[in-house]
């Protein structure tokens, strides 16, 4: 959004920030689930749609902390065909939305709109096999995994990522006046000081604390999860303690060692009772890994134990010893089946 002072005028019915004023106002009334996935194609369709979004919110958040005597003020200096629309909870009508930066510097204050702007902003990406480590500029850490990609802006009042893809451990510097969050789908995990990791692969979810505390929240959507708004459900995680779920609930708390967390960082895949379909799909994470499975059935075993994230030949020549299986070399691949009652097992 433009953030230079503007005359009042009626918002541009094509313009970004008009649509994303109607979308707004449209979900407040209600959305249907048609017109919720038409909402989710458009803010996906370019990101200056989901910038655009995102600070009318802001905007939003910020009206409804705004006085009676101001909501009046501000709605003079809109265009009259604007000030006839009807206040919706005491706000000014939402579809104004997109003038609004002008009657914010003019009622609320130039200095508490930019309040609402960010300081930094990044988009931190790796490519499979490729890991990073990254400091942000108010101290906090971030160690990227594998095919991870992590959006960072920081706020004056707040600080958010968001995890699009793969997973990421975060040692966060403490600011008790600058909470930090971690957006991830429909769901939300906020801490003030500690280390933790937070995976984010297809429908798996998890987060894992190795020291301090977070909070996690799940919400029926993203965008519920953007504004904090309605959580379904929250858990409080201590050190020592992980969350699991692959789905809109979650699923369960276990403990883990502290030690134990994002272990990937030094190049180690920790495997805790695992279909071994999702250990070989972890494994291509990292790279082209040769690992084929010949059967489902060989792929609902489950494995325990901790394996070299980048030498899929040793967990090739590992697993018949701990798995009733066989693994063959063929046309540059490991084929792994069911072994059959005259093949040996290996030693």
Not at 245 to 261: E, G, L, N, Q, W
Not at 281 to 304: I, V
Not at 326 to 341: F, K
Request: charged share 15%.
């Amino acid at each position: 959004m433009n953030t230079t002072p503007l005359t009042p005028a009626t918002p541009v019915p094509d313009s970004i920030d008009y649509q994303a004023a109607q979308w707004l106002l449209r979900q407040q009334q209600g959305l249907s689930p048609q017109e919720h996935a038409t909402l989710q194609q458009w803010l996906a369709a370019h990101p200056a749609h989901a910038q655009a979004w995102q600070q009318l919110h802001a905007l939003d958040s910020l009206l409804g902390s705004a006085s009676a005597a101001q909501r009046d003020a501000l709605r003079q200096q809109l265009p009259p065909m604007l000030q006839a629309l009807p206040p919706r909870r005491s706000r000014l009508p939402l579809a104004a939305a997109a003038c609004l930066c002008c009657a914010i510097a003019g009622g609320l204050g130039w200095q508490q709109w930019q309040q609402q702007q960010p300081l930094y902003q990044a988009t931190l990406v790796t490519a499979q096999g490729e890991q990073r480590d990254v400091t942000l500029p108010d101290g906090s850490r971030l160690s990227l995994d594998s095919a991870t990609r992590v959006d960072v802006t920081l706020y004056r009042q707040q600080r958010n990522t968001r995890l699009l893809a793969g997973q990421a451990f975060f040692q966060i510097a403490p600011d008790k006046q600058r909470p930090f969050h971690v957006l991830a789908d429909s769901r939300r995990v906020t801490v003030l000081g500690t280390r933790f990791s937070v995976r984010q692969v297809g429908r798996s979810y998890q987060v894992a604390v190795a020291e301090g505390k977070v909070r996690v929240r799940q919400y029926s959507n993203r965008l519920d999860a953007d504004a904090d708004r309605q959580p379904l459900q929250q858990a409080t995680l201590q050190a020592g303690q992980q969350l699991t779920s692959d789905s809109k609930r979650f699923s369960h708390i276990t403990p883990v060692p502290p030690a134990a967390v994002a272990t990937w960082r030094s190049g180690r895949l920790l495997f805790d009772n695992t279909p071994l379909a999702e250990v070989i799909a972890e494994f291509k994470r990292y790279g082209p890994s040769q690992l084929q499975l010949q059967d489902p059935a060989s792929g609902q075993l489950r494995l325990t134990g901790t394996f070299n994230a980048y030498q899929p030949a040793q967990f090739a020549h590992a697993l018949p010893r701990v798995l009733p299986l066989a693994v063959t070399r063929q046309h540059g691949q490991w084929l792994i089946h069911a072994r059959s009652a005259s093949e040996p097992q290996q030693r």
